[in-house]
């Protein structure tokens, strides 16, 4: 899954769009967990939410993720 989450960072970092004739680039920040076992839904978006502002903090366009 982390892979699939740099694969679609990538696709949006190389991207470009044009909006009122001016071209711009769009990045992206990516959190993700790995699931092991039985865990409660809350604890799973918590652990992905803390992923994301790790990612976002870490310098943005990054993918970071919770193995724990």
Do not use: C, F, M
Request: proline share 1%; no cysteine; net charge positive.
């Amino acid at each position: 899954a982390r892979a699939v989450a740099e694969r679609i960072r990538n696709a949006i970092a190389s991207a470009r769009l044009q909006v009122d004739g001016k071209w711009l680039s769009v990045t992206a920040s990516l959190g993700g967990v790995t699931v092991v076992g039985a865990q409660e839904p809350g604890s799973v978006v918590t652990r992905a939410d803390a992923a994301l502002y790790s990612a976002k903090h870490s310098g943005r366009n990054r993918v970071s993720w919770s193995l724990t």
